[in-house]
């Protein structure tokens, strides 16, 4: 864990919010990196009113925009603001040596979407380690129920007779979110899932490395899956999700509800990761949007 100093300085400069979250590997170590790397520092703020926030902030801190970020803040209707993921990006932001990427979203959005899973974009982030820099009762809550539901997914993701390890539990929680996302293509580097993995498995063991009535676990991490209890409780799983496997689920195959899980995870995260890719050159203008993907190309090559 690196910068706290500095991070919640850079937190407590701009407008109040009911939460505030670092994640990534600015934050946390993942393998890949070394010491000479120096990541962005990623942040996910919670607001009460997106708009306001950023009309208060632009008077506060003007340097975290550019130009066409400004108008697009000032013009544009909250619900352009929001679009499918609820979360507006600003990235390349340099303050006191490093450089700041910073999500907002309206706290209300955020605990829908850890309930429902109608957008993945944040309940995938939140399934992972997180630093907690202004902490939320309620959203911990909620985020509780969501690393349940997705721990629950993963496991009826696992193709049934095959041997398993905790290993191959968290790299399947973790990879969910990263299905179907067009960056994963271009400018993600291909081992991201498992450096996340590596470099945070005592933060997945301590958040999903117990025993339940799904799954057991031995001496040697190896994983025993009950999946007739996971096709039983299926009504478990987040109303989007459900919905989407439509009615009398229970009554079908399993490897067929596998199938079209998987399949809703890529559709939506494909068409998410599109469309917060485009709604970051608004919000960042071209130069910083260039700049940003630059790095993330770079890096995947270096790797």
Avoid at 235 to 247: D, I, M, R
Avoid at 265 to 287: A, H
Wanted: proline share 3%.
């Amino acid at each position: 864990m690196k910068n706290i100093d500095k991070i919640t300085k850079f937190v407590s400069k701009r407008p109040k919010v009911k939460a505030a979250y670092g994640y990534g590997s600015g934050i946390f170590k993942q393998t890949g990196y070394t010491n000479k790397d120096k990541p962005q520092i990623d942040l996910i703020l919670v607001v009460e009113d997106l708009k306001e926030w950023h009309l208060e902030n632009m008077k506060l801190n003007p340097q975290d925009y550019s130009f066409i970020g400004k108008r697009y803040f000032k013009h544009a209707s909250i619900n352009k603001l929001k679009g499918s993921t609820g979360i507006t990006y600003l990235s390349n932001i340099m303050e006191n040596g490093n450089i700041y990427k910073y999500g907002t979203i309206e706290e209300k959005d955020l605990l829908r979407y850890l309930d429902t899973w109608e957008s993945f974009y944040l309940p995938g982030r939140f399934q992972k380690r997180l630093l907690p820099i202004v902490e939320s009762k309620e959203i911990a809550d909620m985020n509780q129920k969501n690393r349940e539901k997705v721990l629950f997914t993963a496991l009826l993701t696992l193709p049934k007779g095959n041997h398993y390890k905790l290993m191959d539990v968290y790299t399947q929680i973790c990879g969910l979110s990263y299905l179907g996302d067009t960056r994963m293509k271009f400018a993600e580097n291909p081992r991201k899932v498992l450096n996340i993995v590596e470099g945070s498995y005592d933060s997945f063991q301590e958040i999903y490395g117990f025993s339940n009535l799904y799954f057991k676990t031995n001496s040697k991490n190896e994983v025993t899956i009950y999946y007739q209890k996971l096709i039983r409780d299926i009504h478990k799983l987040p109303k989007s999700l459900l919905n989407y496997l439509g009615e009398n689920i229970e009554e079908s195959n399993i490897e067929t509800i596998r199938e079209k899980i998987l399949e809703y995870f890529t559709k939506l995260n494909k068409e998410e990761s599109s469309k917060q890719t485009i709604k970051g050159i608004y919000s960042n203008g071209m130069i910083r949007s260039i700049k940003y993907a630059s790095k993330k190309v770079l890096k995947k090559i270096r790797k």
